[in-house]
C-alpha cells in the first residue's frame, strides 16, 4: 500500500498511469476509489494520482475539522513526496472545494483546473448550521441513517442502481468521525470566487444535468469567472457524474488533458 505520511498522518494513495500528472481529488464521503472508470479508461495516457483525504478509504484521521486547505497541503506533499512539480489538479464536489483551496496555495502547482459538481461558494449561515447538525447526527446515529438520506442526492438513478450500490458501499466503509470532521471542514471553506477569476490556465468545469446539490447555474457561474474555460454538462448524470455517466465524462475529460498535454 502506498502511502505518504504529513505531520504525523499516514495517508494513502495511489499512482496509476504514465504521462501528464493528474491529480484527481475525491467527494465527501467517499475515497479515491471513485475515479475507477477514469483510471481504467484514460492510465494509458495519463499518470493519475489518487489519494484518499484524511480519514477517508485507508487513510488515517487528524485532529480537529478536515479543512479544505489542510486537504489542498495534504495534496501538496503528496506532490511532492513524488516528484511532481506541477500537474492537472481536478476534485468532485468536496474534492473540488480542495482543488480551488490548492489553487490558492500554490497556482503554480497547477497546469490545468478541472472541477466537477462543485461550486465556488461558501455556505451560508443557514448551511453551515445544517452541516453542524449532520455531523452531530452521524456521531450519534452512525453512518446508516445518513446513507439513506444523502443517496438519493448523489445519484440521478435509482439508489439501488449499480452505481448508486458503488456509491452506498464507499459511504458505509467511512467512519462516523471522519464524516463529522469533513462536514465541519466544508463549514469553515471560504468563498474562492477570487481565485477562480484570477487562475490564467485552462479549466475544465462538469456538471450533472441532473445535479440537485450544485445545480448547472453553479457550474456556469464558475466557468464565467474563468476565461477560456470549458463548460460540460452531462446529461442522465446528477452529483457523481464521473461515476454515473463514465464514458460521457470521460470523453470530456480526455479531450480536456490532451489539449493541455500538447
Not at 7 to 12: K, Q, R, T, V
Not at 38 to 59: C, E, M, N, T
Not at 65 to 70: I, K, V
Not at 80 to 109: F, H, N, P, Q, T
Request: hydrophobic letters at 45%; zero cysteines; proline letters at 6%.
Amino acid at each position: 500500500m502506498l502511502t505518504v505520511t504529513v505531520d504525523g498522518i499516514p495517508l494513502h494513495y495511489r499512482d496509476v498511469g504514465q504521462g501528464l500528472p493528474v491529480l484527481l481529488l475525491h467527494a465527501f464521503p467517499l475515497n479515491g476509489s471513485a475515479f475507477d472508470a477514469q483510471v481504467k479508461a484514460l492510465s494509458g495516457r495519463y499518470r493519475f494520482i489518487l489519494p484518499d483525504h484524511r480519514g477517508f478509504g485507508q487513510s488515517a484521521l487528524g485532529q480537529g475539522p478536515t479543512e479544505m486547505d489542510r486537504i489542498a497541503r495534504d495534496a501538496l506533499a503528496l506532490l511532492d513526496a513524488l516528484k511532481i512539480g506541477s500537474a492537472v489538479v481536478g476534485g468532485v464536489s468536496m474534492g473540488g472545494y480542495a482543488s480551488m483551496a490548492l489553487l490558492r496555495e500554490d497556482a503554480g502547482r497547477v497546469r490545468g483546473l478541472v472541477l466537477v459538481d462543485t461550486q465556488a461558494t461558501p455556505d451560508d449561515e443557514a448551511g453551515r448550521a445544517r452541516r453542524e447538525a449532520s455531523a452531530k447526527e452521524v456521531l450519534e446515529k452512525g453512518v446508516e441513517p445518513f446513507v439513506q438520506q444523502l443517496l438519493p442526492k448523489l445519484v440521478a438513478t435509482s439508489p439501488d442502481s449499480p452505481v448508486g450500490r458503488e456509491v452506498a458501499a464507499m459511504m458505509r466503509s467511512t467512519t462516523p468521525q471522519a464524516m463529522a470532521a469533513a462536514q465541519r471542514g466544508m463549514a469553515l471553506r471560504p468563498d474562492s470566487k477570487d481565485i477562480l477569476a484570477r487562475y490564467a490556465g485552462p479549466a475544465l468545469i462538469v456538471v450533472g444535468e441532473r445535479d440537485v446539490i450544485t445545480p448547472p447555474e453553479k457550474a456556469r457561474q464558475m466557468a464565467d469567472l474563468i476565461s477560456g474555460a470549458r463548460l460540460e454538462i452531462i446529461p442522465d448524470a446528477g452529483h457523481l457524474s464521473n461515476q454515473e455517466q463514465p464514458e460521457r465524462f470521460n470523453e470530456v475529460l480526455d479531450r480536456f488533458l490532451a489539449s493541455v498535454a500538447g
